[in-house]
């Protein structure tokens, strides 16, 4: 398997890690895209399992039903999921893309807390409707945004071509009205 079949980025659970996997020199490289941006040289241990050359961290990555590389396990325990997209840039949407997002969100379990995303001239603007706070998102793909420092998530999920949810983080789910 070459490796550039790995190449790429893939986000942990916490939907705001990445990692990013690179080859270069006849070698594999991932880095870390938070905290120091610290970088790990690979070695390959077979196909698809590889270690840091220095800490011996434990590499696989995973193929999905069409055959492609879209996961990676790292620690033995860790599934990241590969994305289409560079989490490090800004991604240009149009205004009809930002305000099929708009609307109001109901948190799951629990309808007293409702968010309001609205479009904004940089991306979306998030309102807290129980304490009225905002937060501005960028997005980084058509359905996935952060905060400016880059620490606070959103996942926009499509079904038959409208948005039905929004999640924060790994487990915050918010559904969208139709109001």
Known sequence: ?????????????????????????????????????????????????????NE??????????SGNFSQTKILGRIVC??????????????ASQLKQLAGTYLKVNDNNFKIQIDPSSTGLTLTQLWDNKTISFTPRSEFFFLNDDGTFPLTFSVANGKVKQMQCFENDVWIKTDQ
């Open 1 to 53: 398997v070459p490796l550039k079949s790995f190449q790429g980025y893939y986000q942990l659970p916490n939907k705001v890690a990445f990692i990013a996997f690179e080859e270069q020199d006849n070698n594999l490289y991932a880095t870390q895209l938070w905290d120091q941006k610290k970088r790990y040289q690979l070695v390959r241990k077979d196909d698809t399992h590889f270690e840091s050359k």
């Open 56 to 65: 011996g961290y434990a590499i696989e990555f995973l193929k999905d039903d």
């Open 81 to 94: 999921e590969r994305v289409p997209f560079d989490p490090n840039k800004i991604a240009s949407l149009t």
